[in-house]
């Protein structure tokens, strides 16, 4: 029995050195802020927010008219087009062509206008589940900071039911060597002690469980050094949101919550895509304009004559009466490679030369395209009565949670009360006890379930307190005041 209790006062110690190295002390305001900030889930809504928002910048630019430059080089060999000409011969050469095109949408029965306002309510939406991701995750963080304070109080409670049994036990121990009480006494009391211990050490478990779970929802290490600023429950300022009836927090959800607002938005969005998709059932009308021009060289040019022989040309040159034929030198010509310099010889000329202009409109009637139009329209239409489920679905459930909130805070209040009342009457029971104990007219196993009765009274007051704490500022959170302590 000795040789547990030691362990026990060696591993109290232990958390005791654990708990007291240098730790930075956060508040509720900092945990929540941090975790509104670096929680995956809330980044993750924020990227998916960044994403529709380029998606709307660059539908937003689309009315802007194009501008393309086109450039292509090249070089054929064989039978290949002269571009300067618009003649095929049989020689090798280097083309380039190059053009400048531009397009502008007219008319288009507002399709794009409202594209650009689909995308736009779809970026506001995203925004607000980011802000809906954001509350969550506060609203978790405060949770679990609440529930780490309660831990910590339970340690601070057990610590000092242990050393009123230790201060007991010492007494009892001295009583009993003095012979004034029997060795049970002294037994008993240590019994007690070694489950108290067992308390204490639990409790700072549990403790250091929570402190994980915190660090999890903030995003951080957990073997980062920090600890939390434990206000007085008392001290904890609750609004008196119980006056109110659970329609007048539910009307305030409705004008704060970002998840309605969002919902609303999303079907603004659906609304505005029906409308995109109508118009492009209807033609369109652009204008473009369009400068080209082009240069050919051949990569070898003729530098001489080859005679072979000599053919009749069917012609005669008269002298007098005597008529002679007429012949022609027959041979090929002979080419030599150009350098790289004669190759772009008549650069300039050649593209002012083959320089074109165009310019127009261009109408296009959608008469068939296999339902794709259509198609477009009627899944904008189920878009639509998607969006109004949502919102019906999402009313009902924030309604429902607003009413099972304002009934918890009511029953933890109720409860709250009648914790407290019991552990006045706990505590006036064991300060009769110990009188009597103390003038020796009551056993110690008595003396010793009145303690541990006034010690589950206290606990399960602090249970009570913190329950209504918190389910308070759940209300509090839906009223639109956030998050705070």
Wanted: net charge positive; charged share 20%; hydrophobic share 40%.
């Amino acid at each position: 029995m000795k040789s547990f209790i030691f362990t026990a006062f060696l591993l109290t110690l232990t958390f005791q050195a654990a708990q007291a190295q240098v730790k930075e002390r956060w508040d509720l305001r900092r945990c929540v802020d941090y975790a509104m900030k670096k929680n995956i889930s809330v980044r993750s809504a924020d990227i998916t927010a960044r994403q529709t928002e380029i998606g709307y910048k660059q539908s937003n630019l689309s009315q802007i008219p194009s501008l393309a430059y086109n450039l292509s080089h090249g070089f054929s060999f064989g039978r290949t087009l002269d571009r300067t000409s618009n003649v095929y011969v049989s020689r090798s050469a280097m083309f380039q062509q190059m053009s400048l095109q531009s397009n502008a949408l007219l008319f288009n029965f507002n399709s794009t206008r409202n594209q650009i306002a689909s995308n736009k309510y779809a970026w506001e939406a995203d925004k607000a589940a980011t802000e809906k991701a954001a509350n969550d995750i506060g609203l978790n963080v405060a949770q679990q900071y609440l529930r780490t304070m309660l831990s910590m109080e339970q340690v601070e409670l057990n610590r000092v039911i242990l050393g009123q049994t230790r201060a007991q036990l010492s007494n009892t121990r001295k009583l009993v060597e003095a012979g004034s009480l029997p060795e049970l006494n002294a037994a008993e009391l240590e019994a007690t002690y070694t489950r108290d211990s067992a308390s204490l050490l639990q409790s700072q478990i549990q403790v250091d469980q929570d402190m994980l779970s915190l660090k999890a929802l903030l995003t951080v290490p957990a073997d980062y050094p920090m600890d939390i600023e434990t206000p007085p429950i008392e001290k904890i300022p609750v609004d008196n949101i119980l006056m109110e009836s659970p329609e007048a927090v539910f009307a305030m959800a409705l004008k704060s919550q970002p998840q309605i607002r969002g919902n609303g938005l999303r079907l603004i969005s659906a609304e505005k895509a029906l409308a995109s998709a109508k118009g492009q059932m209807y033609p369109s009308l652009s204008a473009f304009a369009q400068l080209n021009t082009s240069f050919n060289s051949f990569l070898n040019s003729p530098s001489g004559f080859n005679v072979t022989g000599e053919q009749a040309t069917g012609t005669y040159a008269k002298d007098g009466v005597n008529q002679f034929p007429v012949y022609t030198p027959v041979g090929k010509v002979v080419y030599g490679k150009n350098n790289f310099g004669q190759l772009w010889n008549g650069y300039w000329s050649q593209l002012n030369d083959q320089f074109g202009q165009a310019v127009g409109l261009s109408l296009s009637v959608p008469i068939f395209n296999g339902w794709r139009a259509k198609a477009n329209v009627e899944r904008a239409k189920l878009n639509i009565e998607r969006s109004n489920l949502t919102i019906e679905s999402d009313t009902l459930r924030l309604k429902q949670d607003v009413y099972g909130a304002y009934n918890l805070a009511l029953g933890n209040y109720q409860l709250y009360l009648a914790r407290v009342k019991a552990l006045e009457t706990a505590q006036r029971s064991y300060d009769l006890a110990t009188r009597r104990y103390d003038l020796g007219v009551m056993q110690t196993i008595e003396w010793l379930n009145n303690q541990t009765a006034l010690a589950t009274a206290r606990i399960n007051k602090l249970i009570a307190q913190y329950n209504y704490v918190f389910a308070m500022k759940v209300l509090e959170f839906y009223k639109g005041q956030g998050v705070k302590l």
